[in-house]
């Protein structure tokens, strides 16, 4: 199942929402620095495990809609929510859903890749 599947699974939303929710995910970690910045955010927020649990190769942690609000804040989840064209609860319950998956494919080895991957690209890998 590719991440857009995902996407529609988890939210039951058509295909601009998914892809609104992967501009965001996408937009998300360009603004956190990449991968890397954006674990190094959860880990200091208090979220290691859950993001830990993301590259690991066991089971994935949830992560709540109230704890991406609380990560982000609201100015940023409403600036990615609207270049998303999602509203602001939308966008939290979407990220909170995708997110984990997404890192989860960006670290296939269950470890974080050397280097920074160009996360375009290897998105749209994903999406087949």
Not at 62 to 73: H, K, S, V
Not at 95 to 118: F, I, S, Y
């Amino acid at each position: 199942m590719g991440l857009m599947d995902l996407a529609g699974s988890l939210l039951g939303g058509g295909q601009d929402q998914q892809g609104g929710l992967m501009g965001m995910v996408t937009g998300l970690l360009q603004q956190q620095g990449g991968l890397q910045g954006l674990l190094g955010r959860l880990n200091e927020s208090g979220l290691g495990e859950q993001a830990a649990s993301w590259v690991g190769r066991g089971e994935n942690l949830p992560i709540g809609a109230d704890q991406i609000r609380a990560l982000l804040g609201s100015d940023t989840l409403q600036s990615l929510a609207s270049k998303a064209g999602l509203g602001h609860e939308e966008a939290a319950s979407g990220l909170a859903a995708l997110l984990p998956q997404v890192v989860d494919k960006l670290t296939p080895d269950g470890q974080v890749p050397q280097g920074e991957p160009d996360l375009l690209s290897t998105l749209k890998g994903l999406l087949g």
